[in-house]
């Protein structure tokens, strides 16, 4: 019986490492049809996934990619490590929603400092605000990123422009 939820556990983080190497290999692609060199980091690089520069070394982003996979209707689950703000403006988070199998991805690509703050006082003001029969809410940290909040960042909805 060990052995069986062992294995179950194994399967579904390897899904899930699957599932967020698919969203940095979409983000980099998408970069390099638009001609930027674009490269992915070491797994062990934290808060960056891709690189990329543009072919002159003009300019160069840092992104993190946050992935939601295929069937997955609830959202991207974030922990509070997101809310951490970084020196400079050339940080984005790639929000990636893989849809279907037959779908192309839908993209987020939204500055980091401007997430992190949003997502910040998005939980402050979910702590203040009361639970189920009234009861506070008890700090977590989990921070979510879901499909009412698409609207505020529309403008970065499949805008690689940016």
Not at 25 to 39: D, K, M, N, Q
Not at 109 to 130: C, D, G, M, S, Y
Request: charged letters at 30%.
């Amino acid at each position: 019986m060990e052995k069986d939820k062992s294995n179950k556990e194994e399967n579904r983080r390897a899904a899930y490492n699957i599932t967020g190497v698919a969203g940095e290999y979409f983000v980099a692609a998408e970069l390099s049809r638009r001609g930027w060199i674009a490269t992915m980091t070491l797994k062990n690089t934290p808060n960056i996934d891709v690189i990329a520069t543009t072919p002159d070394g003009q300019r160069t982003l840092n992104i993190q990619v946050k992935t939601r996979s295929i069937g997955n209707r609830q959202g991207w689950i974030l922990n509070k490590g997101i809310e951490t703000l970084v020196p400079g403006k050339n940080f984005y988070i790639a929000f990636v929603d893989l849809k279907g199998k037959d779908e192309k991805p839908d993209y987020f690509l939204i500055p980091k400092n401007l997430f992190a703050k949003w997502i910040a006082k998005r939980h402050q003001e979910w702590l203040v605000t009361p639970g189920r029969s009234g009861r506070a809410h008890v700090d977590n940290p989990i921070r979510a990123f879901d499909k009412p909040q698409f609207k505020e960042f529309e403008q970065y909805h499949n805008n690689w422009d940016i």
